[in-house]
């Protein structure tokens, strides 16, 4: 006998069952709160940071931007995420990781345990491929953490170093003597020490975050995204040693003008400074690009 069913009924039985684009949110919500129980002496620690210490004021942005990115893209996630309990050993290790770092007293290893932790429950309850697809808004949940201390020693005195230098020649430039030993400038008026928050230090992880998050919402391409990336250090060297020829020139008019609440006007004026020097790297970026493309097309009519 022929095959009676609808048609319709028919092919849709025939066709290979359709794959579910999407992740448990309930899950992900109820083992998230749970980490946050988990590790909330460390979160706490780290919102004490960011509203106390300078160079991580950005901190309170990291964790909403990751989430909007992800809630942005959440209609491309990828087909056929399952499960995977191999996530769990990554959630084992990271509290592993949390009892040595607060034992030891190291907080970025205590820190770090929590973004380890969160990749185990991600992993274990969409596989590998969510992990993939998650990896821009996860690394930038990096940028939530100090850079440890051993790391900061080592960065910050060299950048001191290169920031008076830079401060010196500009100075010299412009007419007015300056003495420069190590890290100190010597001038008529004062003597100017550049500290570490003149090193760039301080505005470079900032800046690096920032200019993160301006690639991907308004650049498409990759190559430009990474330069935008990578500009940001030397904008943050160079503004910052900006930052201290202007306190040598201000010194020269009225030395008060170097302290206090005028010192910390010049500290966002640079950072606006280098954010400004951020967009002129994109613009040009993309006009070096347009002049290169007109040429080979022009090249190709000839």
Do not use: K
């Amino acid at each position: 006998m022929g095959d009676r069913r609808p048609p319709e009924l028919a092919a849709e039985e025939a066709s290979p069952p359709q794959q579910v684009r999407t992740i448990p949110w309930g899950a992900v919500a109820w083992y998230a709160l749970l980490l946050v129980a988990l590790y909330a002496p460390v979160l706490a620690r780290m919102a004490y940071e960011w509203a106390t210490v300078e160079e991580m004021g950005h901190g309170f942005l990291v964790f909403p931007v990751a989430g909007y990115i992800v809630w942005r893209r959440r209609h491309e996630l990828p087909m056929g995420l399952r499960p995977d309990a191999r996530g769990l050993l990554l959630v084992v290790w990271g509290f592993i990781q949390l009892v040595l770092g607060t034992a030891g007293a190291d907080f970025f290893v205590a820190r770090t345990a929590f973004l380890v932790s969160l990749a185990g429950v991600l992993w274990s309850l969409g596989g590998r491929e969510l992990l993939r697809w998650l990896a821009f808004p996860f690394f930038l949940l990096l940028f939530s953490i100090r850079i440890p201390l051993f790391i900061y020693s080592q960065i910050t005195l060299p950048l001191q170093l290169l920031a008076s230098r830079i401060a010196e020649f500009g100075l010299t430039l412009l007419g007015i003597p300056v003495l420069r030993e190590g890290n100190i400038l010597e001038l008529a008026s004062q003597r100017l020490s550049v500290v570490e928050a003149c090193s760039g230090i301080r505005s470079l992880v900032s800046l690096m975050f920032v200019a993160l998050v301006y690639g991907y919402f308004f650049e498409r391409r990759r190559w430009v995204r990474a330069v935008l990336a990578l500009a940001a250090a030397p904008l943050a060297i160079v503004t910052n040693s900006g930052r201290v020829m202007m306190t040598g020139i201000l010194s020269e008019y009225n030395p008060a003008l170097t302290r206090g609440l005028f010192h910390d006007i010049e500290g966002w004026l640079v950072f606006l400074a280098a954010l400004a020097g951020l967009l002129l790297t994109h613009r040009l970026l993309t006009a070096v690009e347009r002049r290169l493309r007109q040429g080979r097309n022009a090249s190709v009519l000839a």
